[in-house]
């Protein structure tokens, strides 16, 4: 009976270390706090950001509600860094997940990271009004002032 509890337990505490490692929390029927993935069939606009050492360029966007961006994400820099959109909020709380767990892997639509030199694309249609922000999540970066926002009118 100790077996079976210490494999049981063993198999528990494997899973709690493993869950959010998977991917960023679940996005409820509400979707995402900042719209939702674009439509390649749709038109869109644009705008290269790149990613580089503690920064975004550029670090402030402004877009009109129901427009579609399309996100050309260019590392310029010497480490891999992350774009993740989302509220400043949800942010914070992803960064303490990654600083749990720094080489977490990433497979949502508002957020993709990059090693040195590569360059990706996020097609995003920002349905919702507001204030929004862009953060690198990987430990230290979003302190050391890696954040953007993104203002949607």
Known sequence: ??????IGAAFAATLTVLAPAHGHEQHGPRGYSAGEPGDPRQPSRT???LLSEMEFTP????????EQ???????????DHEFLLATKKENLKHAAVMKKHP?????????ARLAPGKTTELLWRFSKSGTFEY?????????YGMTG???VK
């Open 1 to 6: 009976m100790k077996t079976g509890f210490t």
């Open 69 to 79: 961006i399309r996100f050309v994400l260019r590392n310029a820099g010497k480490e």
């Open 47 to 49: 705008i290269e950001v």
């Open 59 to 66: 670090a402030r966007i402004e877009v009109r509600r129901g």
């Open 149 to 151: 926002h993104v203002t």
């Open 135 to 143: 953060s690198c999540l990987i430990p230290d970066h979003r302190d």
């Open 103 to 111: 080489h977490m892997e990433h497979d949502e639509p508002n957020g």
